[in-house]
């Protein structure tokens, strides 16, 4: 019988839900690498680091973008609308709207 060496352990499953990882600054759902601009990972990084609180517009431009919100701070809603796109059908909806106020981050497995 020919000798077989032993392949170690079995790759792990790709993780599923959205995975960030900010050491390599990179983001990923169901295993799929999303391509995002570096606003766009700030911003679904810290949604995702503070999941089910709701933040303002104001609170996001200034804790993302490091700025207070002068002038339209509608800026926050373009970036929230392409990581929604980004993210796909099935995760698309863990980006919660709250009207007149802001945005949360509310996945499915999170404690309420």
């Known amino acids: 019988m ?15 839900g959205i ?6 600054r990179t983001a990923s759902v169901d295993g799929r690498f999303l391509a995002l601009t570096y606003l766009e990972f700030e911003l679904l990084a810290h949604l995702v680091a503070h999941p089910r609180r709701v ?8 804790e ?4 207070p919100a002068i002038g339209n701070a509608r800026t926050v ?9 980004k ?7 863990v ?3 709250v009207h007149q106020v802001g945005y949360t981050y509310a996945p499915t497995d999170a404690p309420a």
Do not use: C, K, M, Y
């Not at 020919?2 to 599923?16: H, I, T």
């Not at 995975?19 to 390599?24: G, K, L, M």
């Not at 933040?55 to 200034?62: D, I, P, V, Y």
């Open 2 to 16: 020919p000798f077989v060496p032993d392949p170690g352990p079995s790759p792990a499953p790709p993780a599923q």
């Open 19 to 24: 995975v960030i990882n900010r050491e390599q």
């Open 55 to 62: 933040h303002s517009r104001a609170q996001l431009t200034n």
């Open 64 to 67: 993302v973008w490091g700025q």
């Open 77 to 85: 809603d373009v970036h929230i609308a392409r990581l929604r796109r």
């Open 87 to 93: 993210l796909g059908p099935e995760h698309r909806v």
């Open 95 to 97: 980006i919660v709207t």
